[in-house]
């Protein structure tokens, strides 16, 4: 379902752009919007209620900026479900903002929806005579806001900002177990020059001089060996008819990561 809308509100586009990225104004003008959480400058997540004949849903609508030229254009994509009534939807919404010689600035709204599910059973009429009401209304309370003729953020939605991501500590390699098959040579790599690889968690490196069948590349740079234990990372590396396997502890992935590329680039 296509829905294309324009109108002409009376502020410039520079300020017609400001009030659409801004939560709280956007949480009080769009209809049924409960709640909305700022992940970040270009994504949200809000909780919006919509009714449809006799069938109510909530949907959890999860939207991203995925372009953006300000002040004249703004492209975003979402996604949403209420699974109490079995419905999902996911939509692209394009906004052309045009301003006029008096001032004003032309509003409008690409919106390409599609609804599955119960909801989705109403035909496009239905739907279509529901986003005409729902804009009716977003454009009567953005007018009001800009003019100051009502405070659309009063309205009691709910505008949270998510939790900050706790940093992770970093774990500090720890020895192997003593009774681990293989011994610990001191670091070094078997192919072309040494490599330097940080000692708090070296590598058990272990050489077949016979050839293995070809796999996916996956399985030629990260087989299983029969002599790592489950708590290693095994790295097989294929030159020729050579097999060199290096064995890692898991807790020092960070190491094994960083002289994994090291190789890598002396390669190319």
Not at 73 to 83: F, K, P, Q, S
Not at 207 to 215: C, F, L, S, T
Not at 236 to 258: F, M, N, Y
Request: hydrophobic share 40%.
């Amino acid at each position: 379902m296509e829905i294309e809308k324009t109108v002409v509100v009376p502020a410039p586009a520079n300020r017609v752009w400001e009030l659409l990225l801004d939560p709280q104004v956007m949480g009080g003008c769009v209809p049924g919007m409960q709640s909305i959480q700022v992940i970040s400058d270009l994504e949200y997540v809000a909780e919006i209620k919509v009714k449809v004949s006799f069938i109510s849903a909530k949907f959890k609508l999860r939207t991203t900026i995925v372009e953006q030229r300000a002040p004249h254009y703004l492209r975003t994509e979402g996604t949403g479900e209420d699974t109490s009534v079995a419905s999902s939807l996911k939509q692209t919404s394009e906004i052309f903002l045009t301003e006029q010689a008096d001032g004003q600035t032309e509003l409008r709204i690409l919106v390409k929806v599609d609804v599955l599910g119960r909801l989705g059973t109403f035909g496009l009429s239905a739907m279509k005579t529901k986003a005409d009401r729902m804009w009716d209304e977003f454009t009567e309370k953005l007018v009001a806001r800009i003019t100051g003729t009502g405070d659309a953020a009063a309205s009691g939605v709910k505008v949270t900002q998510a939790p900050a991501k706790p940093p992770v500590a970093a774990r500090a390699p720890v020895a192997a177990p003593a009774s681990h098959p293989v011994a610990r040579p001191p670091v070094a790599a078997p192919i072309d020059a040494p490599i330097e690889v940080p000692r708090p968690a070296p590598p058990v490196v272990v050489q077949h001089e016979a050839a293995v069948p070809a796999g996916t590349w996956w399985s030629r740079w990260f087989g299983r060996s029969p002599r790592r234990e489950s708590t290693d990372i095994c790295i097989e590396i294929h030159r020729g008819d050579t097999v060199v396997k290096v064995l890692w502890p898991v807790e020092g992935a960070s190491h094994c990561s960083q002289w994994l590329r090291d190789y890598l680039v002396r390669q190319e």
